[in-house]
């Protein structure tokens, strides 16, 4: 058996455990049924997902909200991003958790306000994403429009390509007796 599974394979693992949280699977349902502009589900909710599989805890456990990032430069000002905010307490009202909806394209307007450091525009989500502090953070999904997921890996694609003796380290897989 290898030592580390094919990347497409660890994508599968990737869903796999993901699947085990619930509540995580209806905010990727009820976000993409809100009809926001390149969104990504993102950040802490997906790797507490995993580090609670792999230390046999309740896949939701300390997960404290889920954030949901989308990408809208046709309007950047604060009551467009509120529509959005307001629609999703609409959508996601009775889950038990907090989701936090923001307009990646309008981080720079508050950043350094918020901060004291400034921050330039954003062109997408993903490049907020690649700016995360924490590597381990630069992780997104979201679901198509064909029910199948898409997963942000560019940094991981394009790191491998610049350092192709890079390893990629397999997601965990779940254990049958932790569900």
């Known amino acids: ?33 809100l009809g926001l502009p390149d969104w990504y589900l993102t950040a802490g909710c997906l790797f507490q997902t995993i ?5 046999g805890r309740p896949p939701t ?19 467009a991003e509120d529509r959005a905010i307001r629609a ?7 889950l038990p ?3 936090e909806i923001r307009n990646e394209a309008r981080v720079h307007l508050w950043y350094e306000r918020k ?7 954003y062109d997408s989500v993903e490049s907020a994403i690649d700016s995360f502090a924490s590597t ?25 390509k610049s350092w192709p003796e890079l390893t990629v380290l397999p997601w965990p897989m779940p254990s049958a007796k932790s569900g």
């Not at 580090?51 to 230390?55: A, L």
Request: net charge negative.
């Open 1 to 33: 058996m290898p030592a580390r599974l094919p990347l497409d394979e660890q994508l599968t693992a990737l869903r796999t455990t993901l699947s085990r949280n619930r509540t995580l699977l209806e905010v990727l349902d009820r976000t993409a049924a």
């Open 51 to 55: 580090w609670n599989t792999v230390t």
């Open 61 to 79: 456990h300390g997960i404290k909200d889920y954030d949901v990032f989308y990408y809208d430069a046709t309007d950047l000002s604060w009551e």
């Open 88 to 94: 999703g307490r609409e959508t996601f009202a009775g």
């Open 97 to 99: 958790a907090d989701v």
């Open 115 to 121: 901060f004291g450091t400034p921050c330039p525009p």
């Open 136 to 160: 381990t953070c630069c992780l997104a999904v979201r679901l198509k429009e064909d029910g199948t997921w898409r997963v942000y890996e560019t940094k991981t694609a394009r790191w491998r």
